[in-house]
């Protein structure tokens, strides 16, 4: 079963990547296509990578839309279910199981991606099949499927921990690939990503930033740059986008993530939508946000990420908001401000502007770039209406307090936070005084039983044996 969800074949692979016209209108082939047909002129090419965005973003519960943001941000000091609901308990209380049913969406749909991105790759590759794709579109293409092979790579690496890495649509060989080792993962996240910078363009190559450009290869790379401790890199991709004139960061905050954001590098376009009261613009929104202005919400704020917003912090002004319930209120995220709402106003952000900040900003520290490091962080300071950070701060202070810019930044955003606690061996230090179930082994997840119980050579993270 295993081998089926994660390692599809290729035509029933590019087949669902044709059941959506969102992100591209193109007349579509038939159901019944074959690869050969799947590459057989520009537009057929493009509804292949197209597809896979939208696969991304079709339905709730997705690694790439509340899932990405939810398990992680539970994992972590950030966010709970406020009902007593047994899987994201686990998740609230670092106590997850092997047969954990939500850790298996983490692992299968970031590989079914990774399958599908391959199979363009070899389907362009091969002239035989994709002579009818002009050069251009061609590298654009490549270059997408690239991004989103070590993007999928990247949050499997970081759930996981070594994983297998896989590049070619050989199922029967990837079904029993041992995993690989984080260095060697990340080597291939650096290559794939430098790769898709040379290959795609500087301009999206739709309307809106709902696919990839030269620019979000180039966000997602300083990001592996800095967490693999290249600093001197990370901080020339980071400045190369904050150069980049495409993206700015607003003034107001509840602006950020419209769909027309110019702090959007990626976004994930609204693809299923809701009828009735409105149309649904994302996942998150639709989950997060209470039905009426009198309902109580489901998600909350844990009272540690409510109390580290400093006073007058716009981003809590802005980004946070609150319901009352049996006479207590409770805080929620408010980034998304829609649960339904027509026309769609807001998408799933990917990757933003901001964070780029935050990266150059630690990457300098690292380099003892002590004044720079502080400039950056102090940018993200005056938007949120704070004062700049004492200029004799060493070291060490600054990066506590990047700690803390990404933290009130970049929360409930993709798993930052998680990321940042098991990066800098701090998760221990921070989660177990919260956490009254918390082991060192949790800053993994358990690899899902059926993928060990249908591959042989993995084996389990440690705690979950």
């Not at 716009?314 to 609150?322: G, M, Q």
């Not at 829609?338 to 690292?366: C, D, G, H, T, W």
């Not at 990066?399 to 990404?406: G, K, P």
Request: glycine share 4%; net charge neutral; charged share 20%.
């Amino acid at each position: 079963m295993q081998r089926i969800i994660v390692y599809t074949f290729l035509a029933a692979a590019l087949i669902s990547l044709f059941a959506c016209k969102k992100y591209v209108e193109v007349e579509l082939p038939p159901n019944q296509v074959i690869a050969k047909d799947a590459f057989r002129d520009d537009k057929t090419a493009t509804a292949t990578i197209a597809g896979i965005y939208s696969n991304m973003n079709s339905y709730s519960n997705g690694f790439a839309n509340t899932f990405g943001s939810f398990l992680p941000g539970m994992s972590a000091d950030e966010f709970y279910y406020a009902l007593s609901t047994a899987s994201f308990d686990a998740f609230k209380e670092n106590a997850l199981l092997k047969d954990e049913s939500y850790v298996n969406n983490l692992w299968n749909q970031p590989y079914s991606f990774i399958y599908q991105a391959n199979a363009i790759l070899e389907g362009l590759g091969d002239p035989s099949i994709s002579a009818g794709v002009t050069a251009a579109v061609k590298k654009q293409l490549m270059g997408e499927a690239k991004f989103l092979r070590a993007f999928c790579h990247f949050y499997l690496l970081n759930y996981f921990g070594d994983v297998p890495l896989i590049t070619n649509t050989d199922y029967k060989t990837n079904t029993s690939l041992p995993r690989t080792p984080a260095a060697k993962v990340y080597e291939a996240i650096i290559a794939d990503l430098k790769d898709a910078q040379d290959l795609m363009g500087a301009e999206y190559p739709t309307a809106e930033r709902t696919r990839a450009n030269k620019a979000v290869a180039t966000a997602l790379l300083a990001r592996a740059y800095l967490y693999t401790g290249k600093w001197a890199e990370a901080e020339a991709a980071a400045s190369t986008v904050i150069g980049n004139t495409k993206y700015r960061l607003l003034k107001d905050l509840n602006k950020v993530f419209l769909r027309s954001s110019e702090e959007t590098l990626l976004q994930l376009q609204a693809v299923n939508t809701v009828t009735g009261a409105g149309g649904m613009n994302t996942w998150e929104g639709f989950s997060i946000v209470p039905a009426s202005p009198t309902a109580r919400g489901y998600y909350n704020l844990r009272n540690e990420l409510v109390q580290a917003f400093e006073p007058g912090d716009l981003r809590k002004a802005s980004w946070v908001n609150t319901y009352v319930t049996g006479g207590n209120t409770f805080y929620y995220p408010y980034k998304y401000k829609n649960r339904l709402k027509s026309p769609v106003e807001e998408y799933s952000m990917v990757i933003r502007f901001a964070e780029q900040y935050l990266v150059r900003a630690e990457a300098r520290a690292q380099q003892n770039k002590t004044d720079d490091a502080l400039a950056d962080l102090d940018t993200l300071r005056h938007r949120a209406a704070l004062p700049d950070l004492p200029s004799n701060l060493d070291k060490t202070a600054i990066l506590s307090a990047v700690e803390q810019e990404r933290r009130v930044e970049l929360f409930l955003e993709w798993g930052h936070r998680w990321f940042d606690l098991k990066r800098t061996g701090r998760a221990t230090a921070v989660l177990s005084p919260i956490k009254t179930k918390w082991k060192p082994t949790a800053v993994l997840y358990p690899i899902p039983n059926e993928a060990i119980r249908t591959n042989p050579n993995l084996e389990q993270n440690d705690g979950y044996k």
